[in-house]
């Protein structure tokens, strides 16, 4: 059974800090790997997706990365703002189309 | 205006009482998919659908029900038999095609309490 596990759980940095958050999964054989925000008491919102064949993705200052064999993606983010601070979760696809998630990191950027 | 939506934003359940969540999109989706998120964890699949009229459980189905008579509309019924139902819960959807290219988008979330 495929498990997704996020490192660390909680991330506090000063505004301006480039950062990494960390993703691992046990089961090589995805589809694709998400990340994605979640604000307090809010829905998801989607933003990357890598799908198996790549190795990684880029949107403003996000950029993705995924190495299948070893079971790890990593979310770089570039020029941390307060407003980059939420709960970011990753996710892969297997079969079926079902999403295995990992418990998320909860990141705080400090005017 | 293109989008999933749920509905109530928050719920208060008495024990013993069945509930029904309501989820909505508007995307042309084939997939849709129920998941509940507990404190400080990730989400977790309670069942999804690929198609209309069918339907599949996920890993956490025991207590919940769900039906799919319209591609548009997924309801999720929380039964008494869900021994510990107050969490948050997030309804999703996916297009056409599956595989690589599968990205879900979720919607706003149900707040469900139980007295």
């Known amino acids: 059974k495929q498990e997704v596990t996020q490192i660390p759980a909680a991330l506090s940095v000063p505004e301006g800090e480039n950062l990494v958050l960390n993703c691992s999964f046990t089961?090589?054989?995805?589809?694709?790997l998400q990340w994605f925000r979640q604000d307090p008491g809010k829905g998801l919102t989607s933003l990357l997706l890598?799908?198996?064949?790549?190795r990684e993705q880029t949107s403003g200052r996000l950029n993705a990365s995924l190495d299948k064999s070893s079971g790890r993606s990593t979310l770089y983010i570039a020029a941390s703002q307060p407003g980059d601070s939420a709960t970011y979760l990753c996710?892969?696809?297997?079969?079926?189309?079902?999403?295995?998630f990992g418990s998320g990191t909860q990141l705080t950027v400090l005017p | 205006d293109g989008g999933i939506t749920q509905s109530p934003k928050y719920l208060f359940r008495k024990e013993g009482q069945n509930v029904t969540l309501s989820c909505e999109q508007n995307?042309?989706?084939?997939?849709m998919y129920w998941y509940r998120q507990d404190p400080g964890q990730g989400l977790r699949l309670i069942y999804y659908?690929?198609?209309?009229?069918?339907?599949q459980k996920g890993d956490i189905a025991e207590g919940y029900s769900v039906s799919r008579e319209k591609k548009e509309s997924f309801p999720l019924t929380v039964t008494s038999a869900q021994k510990n139902p107050t969490a948050f819960y997030l309804c999703?959807?996916?297009?056409?095609?599956?595989?690589?290219?599968?990205?879900?988008?979720f919607g706003p979330g149900t707040r469900l309490t139980v007295l």
């Open positions: 999703a959807s996916s297009p056409p095609g599956g595989g690589a290219y599968n990205e879900q988008f």
């Open positions: 089961d090589s054989a995805i589809y694709n």
């Open positions: 890598i799908q198996s064949s790549q």
């Open positions: 996710a892969v696809s297997g079969s079926a189309r079902q999403l295995t």
């Open positions: 995307l042309n989706h084939d997939a």
């Open positions: 659908s690929q198609i209309v009229n069918d339907f």
